[in-house]
Nanobody
Framework: QVRLVESGGGSVHSGGSLRLSCAAS????????MAWFRQAPGKEREGVAA???????SYPNSVKGRFPISVDNAKNTLYLQMNNLKPEDTAMYFC???????????????????WGQGTQVTVSS
């Protein structure tokens, strides 16, 4: 059974940094597309960053250059380094995974097979 567990959220002031982690267990597929999404109250879910097992990455303009995504395969952990945080980055952040690489090609569209429970990020001005 695949399990994704996020951690690292918290409250920071504008301009601060946080690093989110997503620990994966039970994932036995050879390939992966993994991504971070966020959702603020009253807003639609938004893709934040995606990567696959070949090192492909993708970001929306809203976070490009501020939120690098990375994977530590030895630790089975996905990371999101969040720099220069802004109040508009406030949201619940979720990680997602799927062995189908077309999810990265079509990201942020698509309903990933596996999701974490989320971690809250709050940025105050």
């Amino acid at each position: 059974q695949v399990r994704l567990v996020e951690s690292g959220g918290g409250s920071v002031h504008s301009g601060g940094s946080l690093r989110l982690s997503c620990a994966a267990s039970g994932y036995t597929y050879r390939t992966f597309c993994m991504a971070w999404f966020r959702q603020a109250p009253g807003k639609e879910r938004e893709g934040v960053a995606a990567t696959d097992y070949l090192g492909y990455t993708s970001y929306p303009n809203s976070v490009k250059g501020r939120f690098p995504i990375s994977v530590d395969n030895a630790k089975n952990t996905l990371y999101l380094q969040m720099n220069n945080l802004k109040p508009e980055d406030t949201a619940m952040y979720f990680c997602a995974a799927d062995p189908d690489l077309t999810f990265c090609a079509s990201w942020p569209e698509g309903n990933f097979r596996y999701w974490g429970q989320g971690t809250q990020v709050t940025v105050s001005s």
